[in-house]
């Protein structure tokens, strides 16, 4: 009986450690992934179902401010209650020029996501002309 014939074969210690390690570190990279691209799209759902609700609340700012100068604008603010979640807008208007009637107009939509404040804010001006 020659020595090389009763040679067994297998993995040694170090090699199934190292596959162990490298796949592990490739399936906690896929989990990570998967959820950086989940928060991501609940962002986007999220982005597109109130930036509507937040052009409508600038256009309703910028024609009240443009019909009567800021004296129609009474709702600067409020709570909205859509997709399960809790949406606070917060409207904001200046005068920035006395002599044109020039106002900026700031609109902030904010919201909880997970443990992160999330927000989307628009700005505008709005020239009130006095009729005659």
């Not at 390690?21 to 991501?40: H, K, N, Q, T, V």
């Not at 606070?88 to 002599?99: F, H, P, Q, T």
């Not at 001006?125 to 005659?132: G, T």
Request: proline content about 0%; aromatic content about 12%.
């Amino acid at each position: 009986m020659s020595l090389t014939g009763n040679k067994k074969s297998g993995f040694t210690l170090a090699e199934v450690l190292f596959a162990t390690m490298a796949l592990s570190l490739g399936a906690m990279l896929l989990y990570e992934s998967f959820f950086i691209s989940i928060d991501a799209f609940n962002y986007c759902a999220d982005y597109l179902n109130i930036a509507s609700f937040a052009d409508e609340k600038m256009w309703e700012a910028q024609d009240s401010l443009s019909r009567s100068g800021g004296a129609d604008l009474t709702e600067t603010g409020g709570i909205l209650a859509a997709l399960g979640k809790t949406f606070k807008w917060n409207l904001s208007y200046g005068l920035i020029d006395e002599a044109q009637s020039l106002y900026r107009i700031d609109l902030v939509v904010s919201w909880k996501e997970g443990k992160r404040d999330e927000r989307i804010s628009r700005a505008g001006y709005a020239i009130y002309r006095e009729k005659k």
